[in-house]
């Protein structure tokens, strides 16, 4: 299995603030990388696919970045509907589909 | 506008078998352009995806628990059912419904139910 390493694994930001988020693979995977949104008692939401597209729908202020070992995921202005917990996942190699353990976005 | 809703007993005792329905509202389960998934995450941990289903009932599981796993799609009914035999508290998770791409290079999930707790206790 690809193991996915992910960190920090919270962070404390305020309204405003430019994040970065980093997703780490155990082994190359191109951009066959997802980002996901999930806020408690919410379904998980598609950020960004293929390392760096948008979802249809997602503010701008969104950004991947990356390919073969490394990834970032980038919040260029924290908004209030933000804090949440993200989560990378990889679709290079399946079965099985995997995901990093999550990012917990909190207000500082 | 295409939505998925779990449902099932939120309490299953230990060496039973969990079952769940996902309904498919709003569309067709029976496009070839999508898989449908089941994705689980235990509390306080990240999540794992247990396995997908195509409308032709073709299937692949988390190699982890594909000894324990069946997963079906019912055309007639729009829905996608999950069973997991032989439970443990270690099944005991917050469960997911999703769809995902069918095409290798776009298998990403863009689609998530709410969940639906299972508790794993006698």
Known sequence: DIQMTQFPSSLSASVGDRVSITCRTSQSISNFLNWYQHKPGKAPKLLIYAASSLQSGVPSRFSGSGSGTDFTLTISSLQLEDFATYYCQQSYSVPPYTFGQGTKLEIK | ?122
């Open chain 2, 1 to 122: 506008q295409l939505q998925l809703q779990e449902s099932g007993p939120g309490l299953v005792k230990p060496a039973e078998t969990l079952s769940l329905t996902c309904i498919v509202s709003g569309g067709s389960i029976s496009s070839s352009n999508y898989y449908w998934a089941w994705i689980r995450q235990p509390p306080g941990k990240g999540l794992e995806w247990i396995g997908s289903v195509y409308y032709n009932g073709n299937t692949y599981y988390n190699p982890s628990l594909t000894s324990r796993v069946t997963i079906s799609v019912d055309k007639s009914n729009n829905q996608v059912s999950l069973r997991l035999s032989s439970v443990t508290a270690a099944d005991t998770a917050l469960y997911y419904c999703a769809r995902h791409t069918a095409t290798v290079t776009t298998r990403w999930f863009d689609l998530w139910g709410q969940g639906t707790l299972v508790t794993v206790s006698s």
